[in-house]
């Protein structure tokens, strides 16, 4: 209930996510909640600490005022990726949204490695704590808070689909569980000299630096390039499809410029007979349609081939029969035959698996076996190619 407040007081139109401006409001407000929570959180953590001697408590209260400086981090890559494009980003600066989650992750881990080092000295050189039942129930209380931001992140990430919101919200749901497992070590403090303490310390240190890691991967992995959304992918396609001018797609690819903000180039297989003007109109429409209904800036490639030749039909339909038989991994495209009839030769593209078990010469030569089933001496010529799909 929180939350939809929240969201009807500082972010207009909330539910057009696809519109920069609403997806900045979004992202303000995550980050403003962010600051304003944490911030109240290592205040009172940190008092706890300083009253009760408790380096797991005070390691707790840090860990807060990283995650507050997170958020710092995340309202400024808000900022700068909802700048327009210009001469020097003429794609725009999405990408600064994933910077934003590289440097939250890097505070995380840099914290949870300081905690680390301090909890081994505590191990090693014990020191009493002194927790009473007033310090564990209002450190009891703040879980209750960060389940609530947990809730909220999670919400926040779900409608604009933020890598770095996602990646606070995980944060929270680690300082759950570390917060608890602080809460539990206190508890046992206070009927043992063993140094629970520092081994509690120890636990919430290797928590945050799992979530650290886990953060660094989330965002690293669209700054290297990572493959795109299958269901992306796959409704770009069946969209292009049902432009009847269209009989196939492929070479497929997509660049991630921020999210939701895509560029791609693919090749739209089209009837050779056709006028090459219509063709040029009617791709361009295709692609001014996926503009309209994806976050995606689409360029088409023209690959003409013989759809009446019945020659050509017949060997292409042997061609892929065979190529099915061999892998259905396999898949043929830009199909053209030329030579004599006697001596066809055969030009196509196969797509193959980047890991796979045969070289692209037994591959050659297995085609070529299989079609001496048809004809005596066919001659390949065989591109090669990768999916970036």
Not at 218 to 229: A, K, Q, R, V
Request: aromatic letters at 8%.
């Amino acid at each position: 209930m929180l939350t939809s407040l929240l969201i009807r007081l500082f972010v207009k139109n909330s539910s057009q996510t696809s519109d920069p401006h609403v997806r900045l409001a979004y992202g303000l407000l995550s980050g403003g909640v962010g600051i304003a929570v944490n911030l109240l959180l290592f205040a009172v953590k940190l008092t706890l600490g300083l009253l009760s001697g408790s380096i797991a408590v005070a390691a707790d209260a840090i860990n807060n005022l990283s995650d507050a400086g997170s958020a710092i981090v995340t309202v400024v890559g808000f900022k700068l990726s909802a700048k327009p494009a210009d001469n020097e980003h003429p794609f725009g600066h999405g990408r600064i949204e994933y910077v934003a989650g590289l440097v939250v992750a890097v505070f995380i881990i840099a914290v949870g490695l300081d905690f680390l080092k301090c909890s081994l000295e505590r191990i090693f050189s014990p020191q009493p704590v002194a927790a009473n039942s007033t310090v564990i129930v209002i450190l009891a209380a703040t879980l209750g808070v960060k389940s609530w931001l947990f809730f909220f992140y999670r919400a926040i990430a779900a409608r604009i689909e933020s890598t770095v919101i996602h990646a606070a919200a995980f944060d929270s749901l680690s300082d759950l569980l570390t917060t608890g497992l602080v809460l539990i070590s206190l508890g046992l403090s206070r009927f043992t000299t063993f140094p629970v303490d520092g081994c509690a310390g120890l636990a919430v240190a290797g928590f945050v630096i799992f979530a650290g890691i886990g953060v660094l991967r989330d965002t690293i992995n669209p700054l290297l390039g990572e493959c795109p959304d299958r269901e992306l992918v796959e409704e770009m396609r069946q969209r292009l499809l049902r432009c009847p001018e269209i009989r196939g797609i492929h070479d497929i690819i997509i660049h991630n410029y921020g999210p939701n903000r895509y560029f791609a180039t693919a090749h739209a297989e089209v009837n050779r007979d056709c006028d090459p003007v219509y063709l040029h109109d009617a791709l361009e429409a295709a692609e001014i349609e996926i503009a309209r209904t994806m976050p995606i800036r689409l360029i088409l490639h023209s690959d003409p081939f013989d759809t009446l030749d019945p020659e050509v039909k017949k060997w292409r339909a042997r061609c892929e029969e065979i190529i099915s038989r061999i892998d259905t991994q396999l898949k043929l495209y830009d199909f053209r035959l030329t030579g004599e009839k006697d001596a066809p030769q055969f030009h196509f593209h196969l797509l193959v698996p980047r890991t796979y078990c045969m070289s692209h010469e037994q591959l050659t030569e297995l085609i070529r076996r299989h079609l001496t089933e048809f004809t005596a001496a066919p001659q390949l010529h065989i591109e090669f190619i990768n999916t970036y799909v």
